[in-house]
């Protein structure tokens, strides 16, 4: 017995004591300066960032920037009050409506992240009789939403509609009347794999089941308007939620839910994870609103995507074992080894290529991954730098075996 | 032809068998996190096997508490029982 609460984190603790010291260190790196949406000081040397989530580039947008400027001159730097009190202004309704353009939908409730767009709306829309179905390889921001709901929550394997109809159709037998939620993302984070959204959708309809799809790493990127992959695959008119994040694609921070259903208002009055915080400063709210604008009439997802397909092919002739195929603007190589993850990690950033060490539990699977999300702002040079890079570390830690021809071709 | 606690249990170390990678020899009394060495993950996809094959529905929520094999167990039993 002890009464030390932090006795607990001792093998994190051990764990991260461990890493690398210093300016090899994943988890303590911090940029010294941003010279614009791919690149910053590291260490005192200009580094490539290869894994922001900074799709658009929109962070440097000169917009956006007019606009976030023009807001925090006339309006001021925030707004210390929550929506329901006193922090509501024009202009969070304006972005709401911005969203229900964007979107087509009748309602948008913005919040002030992503995170707590899922904490809200699923531990709200969920109540103690109802069910929250998800998938297995969910977003932890899922997960404690359901965490702190009181609903009964029940997980199916990632992407197995199979799976999930086994679930539902066990539901449906015990409780025929329950209330149900089945949570999807669009594109699953670590391996940008898409839901197949036809498929699920198809079944939870089935069931009677509301869906909520998380579009946090899609908007911008999928559908011809940019909305996302609901949107490319066309099944929007079967998804009662759409959940997003303006802390991606659109280059600040701020999360959203929009919604057709016609009591969508009564989560304003109940959801505690939209009241009980502060609104977003207006200079967000504005950049936001501005870069919505310019995303739904963009072509930048093109060049993201053909950006992705270029170092995804790249890795993968070069032979390393890939945990993407290029199909989002996710690049991740699977390395066997955490302590070779770590030390492939420590050799990019000396080569100045910042990416993602990810690791489990944060990943599917335990994998270790060295993940890269491509941004419409990389350049070519820039993408073949990096290329580069992998194959250089890579070879030097033992993980490919020829130096590979043609690669760079 | 309800099951007896003990059919379930070695049921349940069938499922376990393949997440078991160093062969611990599982007892009802056996912890998830410290005897087989198992994180929160395994767990989960562990219960998920469960609700598949014993056709039954296992709330996440009851996790928390359910610490050793022998507790799935009796969950499981409770639960054909309701049905
Ligand atoms: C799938 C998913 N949902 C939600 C979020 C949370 O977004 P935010 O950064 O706005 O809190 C993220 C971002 O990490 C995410 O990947």
Redo the contacts with the bound molecule.
């Keep these: 017995m002890t009464f030390d609460l932090f006795e607990k984190f001792d093998p994190i603790l051990n764990d991260y004591n461990s890493l690398p010291k210093g300016s090899a260190n994943p988890f303590t790196v911090s940029m010294e300066q941003v010279l614009s949406p791919t690149t910053a000081i590291i260490n005192g040397r200009e580094t490539i960032l290869a894994g922001t ?1 900074n799709y658009m580039g929109m962070t440097f947008n000169q917009e956006c920037m007019d606009a976030a400027q023009e807001a925090l001159l006339t309006l001021g730097t925030g707004t210390t009050g929550s929506r329901m009190l006193n922090g509501t202004y024009n202009s969070h309704k304006k972005l709401e409506d911005t969203l229900k353009e964007f979107y087509n939908t009748r309602h948008a409730i913005v919040f002030s ?6 904490l809200g709306i699923i531990a709200t829309l969920a109540g103690p009789k109802d069910y929250v179905v998800i998938d297995a390889d969910s ?1 932890a ?2 997960y404690d939403g359901c965490a702190m709901g009181n609903a009964t929550v029940v997980r199916f394997k990632h992407n197995d509609a199979d799976n999930l109809d086994k679930k539902l159709a066990r539901i449906r037998k015990n409780d025929p009347q329950a209330g149900i939620l089945v949570v999807l ?1 669009g594109v ?2 670590m391996l940008g794999d898409q839901a197949p959204l036809k498929e699920l959708t198809r079944i939870s309809k089935a069931y009677n089941a509301f869906i909520l799809v ?1 579009e ?2 899609s908007i911008g990127v999928f559908g011809e308007t940019g909305r996302g992959v609901a949107q490319e695959q066309g099944v929007e008119d079967q998804i009662d939620f759409i ?1 997003g ?4 694609s659109v280059g600040t ?3 959203y839910c929009v919604s057709n259903n016609p009591k969508f208002e009564a989560l304003r009055l109940v959801c505690r994870p939209y009241i009980f915080t502060a609104s977003l400063p207006p200079s967000v709210v504005a950049s936001a609103t501005k870069a919505l604008e310019l995303i739904a009439n963009s072509n930048l997802r093109a060049k993201l995507l053909s950006n992705s397909r270029r170092l995804n092919n790249g890795l993968s002739q070069a032979g390393f074992d890939m945990g993407t195929t290029g199909e989002s603007p996710i690049a991740a190589i699977i390395i066997a080894e955490q302590n070779t993850a770590i030390a492939f990690w420590g050799e990019m950033i000396k080569e100045g290529v910042y990416v993602n060490l990810a690791l489990p539990p944060a990943t599917p699977k335990k994998l270790n991954l060295m993940r890269c999300s491509l941004s419409a702002a990389h350049s070519l040079e820039q993408i073949d730098f990096m290329l580069e890079k992998f194959i250089l570390v890579g070879t030097k830690l033992g993980l490919l075996q020829d130096i590979p021809k043609r690669v760079l071709a | 032809m309800t099951q007896t606690i003990d059919e379930i249990f070695e049921q349940i170390c069938t499922l376990i068998a393949p997440f078991n990678k160093k062969n611990i020899p599982i007892t009802k009394d056996s912890l998830f996190s410290v005897d087989l060495e198992l994180d929160s993950l395994n767990v989960m996809d562990i219960l998920s096997e469960i609700e598949d094959e014993f056709d039954i529905t296992v709330p996440l929520n009851m996790l928390p508490d359910l610490e050793t094999v022998g507790q799935f167990a009796e969950i499981v039993k409770q639960l054909l029982s309701e049905q």
């Design positions: 989530n992240t992503g995170y707590q767009a899922n977003h921001s899922i993302e699953y984070s998380d946090a790493h959940v994040t303006f802390s991606k921070i701020g999360g």
